[in-house]
């Protein structure tokens, strides 16, 4: 049997082609769907060549991919945490909610077609309410003309677009389209998901998949290693998860900014590419640029079993100086994780990386007053509902069922595709689900993302749930927040969701039978692969027409959930002067508090709309309410986006101050079109996180720091603000930022960047997207 420990190759089921005679010079296809994207190894590794000379140095297996994708690897600048790359990715994946933004800002830039391969998958607009059909339909209809939106543009501008119902973004890229050596970029925070496949996936906005998609250089600024080195093997209760969940504890949510984690160590071969991928997925929530596992046996297995072969014997040409790591190779800084001793984690709640080892979690949730009744144990999404996750849950449901025993808590499976389902629904995992009293929703994204209708506790109840999920600030499920929300493996959700209770401990707990006799629970197994073979399900792809010149857009003027963008004016050439700070956050300020999920996903092709959430669940340090400012010139209390339409209809710019991280989470760039669109000019804050300082960056906002974190703390919210020095804004040039207190005497203190040349033009011209138009790439 193959567990999280070993591997196991499965018969084919379908075949890309055969898989005989292929050499250096070999044409292979990137994938079963299409017939025009090509996988470009030997161009990969003479630039990898090139830029090895020029460094005169070993190069890492990330550094690999990344230089071998350069676009002009004789010039470019080279230094790890301080150049800026410009890259040429090889495709680009956008879901549904950031894909509209996306879309609408490409139509504007007037291209008749994307320039590399793009597909747009439907996932985030599904609520889970009764169970997946029944949502699924729901969905259709009430998204329609989104939908429809969506299904008419990757029409007309040569996109392949996978319907509602195909399943979570992630999980169809790493079965269709991830490939060892690649490099891909997503419009969601978990792209790196593919990095279990050997390949760097990196999550962005909207905008700059707009930059690939209009065949412009994509660019990244050249991040640290961070090498992982994994020994020993895993056993029992432990899972890939934990691996992910322990170096969250080590890192903390910001540790991994500005790096990508690269995973090496004989532990590496010893547990699946799922796995992997799993671990690659979570990496976004220790602030990573992404993750990455070396080309081995378990991706060539998993290949294989997706009828991939070809490509698997492709990498293997390549596999001794292409897709490894230089002998000798150098990381930043090296993490050492033993699997022999490592131990189940459950992290939370509030936020990942508050790693507790299951040994303990008992003593810690009893000293923090955790609610300890598991209401809900929720299993699947894009982390964590491989066949390998589900069939060792499985095993644990019908270890219990020979106990009499069903599930205590409210039990939810999510589905990672139609794929997934198929097969567990015909291999009988799925059935065993049911008996045991949970609930199967769509192949969506469902409550990880907020879309969940949840009706078994009241808001403001405080109560706990554990997910296998990836991510779990306040509110972000169920938009309760005093939900305490943690996440772990699925083995040890679908554990505490059998006894009910935070304090189980399944590697030393009993339970009581039907028969009232004590027993434990054994540890879990299961096929890491189907042995007969993946069940594809239903057929929702749809591939882009041969003619595309008869298909029109769909956008009815009238709609509350589409617009067409106008662009932003460009910079006025002046100093900004006497403005107001709309709001100073407190705390953790996320994606979640800046742009909210959940119900406000309906309006993501809307940016007037969805500014409507600007703001309103971060915690206002005047008076430490959520959605609740002074406007400085009434002094009338109004809700954040309110307010700074007040601001921007009188003709007033606005900064925000924000502390550690501004900005952790997802990729939704509405967070950076959103403070734009209602008349802000800077983000001041301690730190930004990667995604949401480019974003910003993007739409001709300024992203500043402090250079002295201390003056975050200097700063009222009732202060006026001046930034000067902007007629000589360059690279490496603090700007000067006069503070004006509503009394008291006025001071000055500098503020940090890292805009390059380039980037500068971005604000000059109001945006990137404005520079695109105007020709001056």
Avoid at 677 to 695: P, Q, Y
Avoid at 716 to 726: A, E, R, S
Wanted: aromatic residues 8%; glycine residues 10%.
């Amino acid at each position: 049997m193959l567990s999280a420990r070993s591997s196991l190759r499965a018969p084919l089921k379908r075949t890309l082609a055969t898989a005989t005679n292929i050499g250096r010079d070999s044409k292979v296809n990137q994938n079963l769907l299409e017939s025009h994207s090509f996988i470009n190894y030997k161009e990969n590794l003479k630039n990898v060549d090139i830029v090895r000379k020029r460094l005169g140095r070993p190069l890492t297996y990330a550094e690999k991919i990344l230089y071998g994708h350069l676009d002009k690897p004789h010039d470019q600048e080279i230094t790890r945490g301080v150049s800026y790359l410009k890259l040429r990715p090889d495709r680009v994946a956008c879901q549904d909610a950031t894909a509209q933004m996306a879309i609408l800002q490409f139509m504007s830039a007037g291209l008749p077609e994307v320039a590399k391969p793009v597909t747009v998958h439907c996932d985030h607009l599904i609520q889970a309410q009764i169970g997946g059909e029944k949502d699924l339909a729901r969905a259709i209809d009430l998204n329609k003309e989104v939908y429809d939106f969506l299904a008419t543009a990757t029409a007309k501008y040569n996109m392949g677009f996978w319907k509602p119902g195909s399943g979570i973004i992630h999980q169809i890229v790493l079965e269709n389209y991830a490939f060892p050596g690649a490099l891909i970029i997503g419009t969601d925070s978990h792209t790196p998901n593919a990095g279990g496949l050997g390949q760097l996936a990196i999550g962005v906005g909207g905008a700059d998949a707009v930059d690939v998609m209009s065949d412009l250089p994509w660019e990244l600024k050249a991040p640290k290693i961070l090498g992982v080195k994994l020994t020993g093997r895993m056993n029992g209760w432990t899972s890939p998860k934990d691996i992910i969940l322990k170096l969250a504890g080590i890192t903390t949510v910001k540790g991994g900014t500005g790096k990508i984690v690269e995973y090496f160590g004989e532990g590496v071969d010893t547990f699946s590419a799922t796995g992997m991928g799993t671990i690659c997925n979570m990496g976004a929530e220790i602030g990573a640029t992404t993750s990455v596992f070396p080309f081995n046996k378990s991706m060539v297995e998993y290949l294989d079993a997706t009828g991939r072969d070809k490509i698997a014997e492709f990498a293997k040409v390549y596999q001794g100086d292409l897709l490894s790591a230089d002998k000798d190779c150098e990381y930043d800084e090296v993490i050492e994780l033993d699997l022999n001793t490592l131990e189940p984690y459950v992290n939370g709640p509030f936020t990942p990386d508050l790693a507790t080892p299951i040994s303990k979690m008992k003593e810690v949730a009893v000293k923090n007053d955790w609610p300890l009744e598991v209401k809900v144990g929720l299993i699947g999404s894009c982390t964590n509902s491989s066949y390998e996750d589900m069939s060792r849950a499985a095993s644990i449901v019908k270890d219990a069922a020979t106990h009499g025993l069903k599930a205590k808590s409210i039990f939810t499976v999510t589905p990672g595709s139609e794929q997934i389902r198929a097969t567990i629904e015909r291999d009988g995992q799925l059935e065993t689900f049911k008996e045991f009293g949970g609930i199967v929703l769509a192949n969506a994204c469902g409550p990880c993302i907020g879309q969940w209708d949840r009706r078994d506790i009241k808001k403001g109840d405080k109560n706990t749930i554990v997910s296998s999920y990836n991510r779990n600030f306040t509110s972000r499920n169920d938009g309760n927040p005093q939900t305490h929300a943690f996440v772990a493996s699925p083995e040890l959700v679908t554990a505490f969701a059998i006894a009910g209770d935070l304090r189980f401990n399944p590697l030393t707990d009993t339970l009581k039978g039907a028969d009232g006799k004590e027993f434990k629970l054994k540890p879990p197994f299961g096929d890491g692969l189907p042995t007969r073979g993946y069940d594809k399900g239903n057929n929702t792809y749809q591939a882009p027409p041969a003619n595309r010149d008869s298909v029109d857009v769909k956008i009815a003027p009238s709609s509350d959930r589409l617009q067409k963008l106008a662009p932003f004016k460009p910079w006025d050439g002046k100093d900004a002067l006497d403005m107001p700070i709309l709001i100073k956050s407190l705390g953790k300020t996320t994606t979640d508090h800046i742009s909210m999920a959940g119900p406000w996903l309906k309006y993501r092709g809307h940016l007037e709309n969805i500014s409507n959430n600007y703001m309103i669940g971060a915690i206002n340090a005047e008076n430490k309410k959520a959605n609740s400012i002074r406007n400085v010139y009434t002094g009338e209390y109004k809700g954040v986006p309110d307010t700074a339409r007040d601001y921007r209809d009188q003709g007033v710019k606005w900064v925000v101050i924000g502390d550690e991280n501004f900005g952790e989470g997802s990729s939704r760039e509405h967070a950076a079109l959103e403070p734009r669109f209602l008349g802000g000019f800077a983000i001041i804050t301690r730190s930004f996180a990667r995604i949401h300082e480019t974003n910003l960056k993007k739409q001709g906002l300024l992203p500043l720091n402090f250079k002295n974190p201390a003056d975050y703390e200097k700063i009222n919210p009732t202060d006026k603000i001046d930034i000067v020095g902007l007629k000589d804004f360059a690279p490496a040039k603090n700007l000067t930022m006069i503070v004006h207190p509503e009394n008291g005497a006025s001071w000055d203190c500098e503020l940090t960047h890292t805009f390059n040349k380039e980037q500068i033009e971005w604000f000059k011209y109001g945006s990137a997207l404005n520079k695109i138009k105007s020709g001056g790439k």
